[in-house]
Nanobody, 126 residues
Framework: QLQLVESGGGLVQPGGSLRLSCTAS?????????LGWFRQAPGKEREGISC????????ISPDSVKGQFTISRDNAKKSVFLEMHSLKPYDTAVYYC??????????????????WGQGTQVTVSS
């Protein structure tokens, strides 16, 4: 299990941008983990936003966020990032990063991940 800490959340105006960061500590096998970003809004179930393979070669995102959110990772820094653009009030949620050990069969559903950060609040409001 990885120790993950998110940062970069906050209040942003509609149409604005944010960059979320997530860093793992005390991990010597960071490049053996799939990583993902998830969000949970009040009254809604947690959903996958974007996930990335251990070396960054494959990403998975639902069609609803493609072109708006972009995931990337820097294994040397043990970090994963989420670039968010054209934010809407609908995007208001607690955003989490998560990890799972390598598997040939994987997807971006929350149930497939077992190491979770504490979450960072993103609020989109004027």
């Amino acid at each position: 299990q990885l120790q993950l800490v998110e940062s970069g959340g906050g209040l942003v105006q509609p149409g604005g941008s944010l960059r979320l960061s997530c860093t793992a500590s005390e991990s010597t096998f960071f490049d053996y983990y799939h990583l993902g970003w998830f969000r949970q809004a009040p009254g809604k179930e947690r959903e996958g936003i974007s996930c990335i393979s251990p070396t960054g070669g494959i990403t998975i995102s639902p069609d609803s966020v493609k072109g708006q959110f972009t995931i990337s990772r820097d294994n040397a820094k043990k970090s994963v990032f989420l670039e968010m653009h054209s934010l809407k009030p609908y995007d208001t949620a607690v955003y989490y990063c998560a990890a799972r050990h390598f598997s040939l069969s994987w997807d971006c559903r929350p149930s497939k991940f077992d190491s979770w950060g504490q979450g960072t609040q993103v609020t989109v409001s004027s």
